[in-house]
């Protein structure tokens, strides 16, 4: 069954340049999550998207932006970038609702020099 | 919205034995799904197992069961005849608002040979 597909899989990038990531959902899966895991710490919510529309919005900088597109892709643009962006990026996918598990993707390790 | 607490920083076991890891929850709710995740070294977040409070048994998938004690509101996941490959982070998110899970600090679980 296709999963959710992330790219790039690794970034390398340098302080103060731009970055987007990318996230394919499940085919059907009508909402996106983006999540940020920082080296030895919980993965943290950074926004949500369902059926375009962002959702909800949770610690996400200010320097960060997301959108979903209309076929369902979302991505997540980082300018500006910091040291402390260095971290694991999550994209999940699930269908609307309180109790649908949400599958995550493999990841994209962001790394700024 | 829930709070869940996973009370377990790490836990050991020894390859082929079950064991047990925590996860209690505190909600209001009447309709509310518990969730597990299990996150190897590797770094991708794979979903486990789902439980929904309405559920008259509890849930199990392969080696993986809940032990579902709604009036404890505990759900604790119990993993059966362990492997090497156990041996990861696992996660019992507070969904709060849908999907947009709230990460704790999780059960490391090392699984000795």
């Known amino acids: 069954a296709a999963g959710v597909i992330q790219s790039p899989r690794h970034l390398i990038k340098e302080k103060r340049e731009t970055a987007t990531l990318k996230c394919y959902p499940i085919?059907?899966?009508?909402?996106v999550y983006w999540y940020q895991q920082g080296p030895g710490q919980d993965p943290q919510f950074l926004i949500s998207?369902?059926?375009?529309?962002?959702?909800d919005k949770g610690s996400i900088p200010d320097r960060f932006s997301a959108q979903q597109f209309s076929d369902y892709h979302s991505e997540l643009n980082m300018s500006s970038l910091e040291l402390g962006d260095s971290a694991l990026y999550f994209c999940?996918?699930?269908?609307?609702?309180?109790?649908?598990?949400?599958?995550f993707g493999q990841g994209t390790r962001l790394t700024v020099v | 919205a829930q709070k869940i607490t996973q009370t377990q920083p790490g836990m050991f076991v020894q390859e082929k034995e079950a064991v047990t890891l925590d996860c209690t929850y505190d909600?209001?709710?009447?309709?509310?799904?518990l969730f597990w995740y299990k996150q190897p070294s590797s770094g991708e977040m794979i979903f486990l197992i789902y439980?929904?409070?309405?559920?008259?048994q509890n849930a199990t998938e392969g080696r993986y069961s809940l032990n579902f004690q709604k009036a404890r509101k505990s759900a604790n996941l119990v993993i059966s005849a362990s492997q090497l490959g156990d041996s990861a982070m696992y996660f019992c998110?507070?969904?709060?608002?849908?999907?947009?899970?709230?990460f704790g600090p999780g059960t490391r679980l090392s699984v000795l040979p």
């Open positions: 439980q929904g409070s309405y559920d008259q």
């Open positions: 999940a996918s699930s269908l609307r609702g309180m109790n649908t598990e949400a599958f």
């Open positions: 909600t209001s709710d009447p309709s509310y799904g």
């Open positions: 998110p507070d969904p709060a608002e849908g999907q947009n899970f709230v």
């Open positions: 998207f369902y059926e375009k529309m962002q959702s």
């Open positions: 085919p059907r899966h009508d909402t």
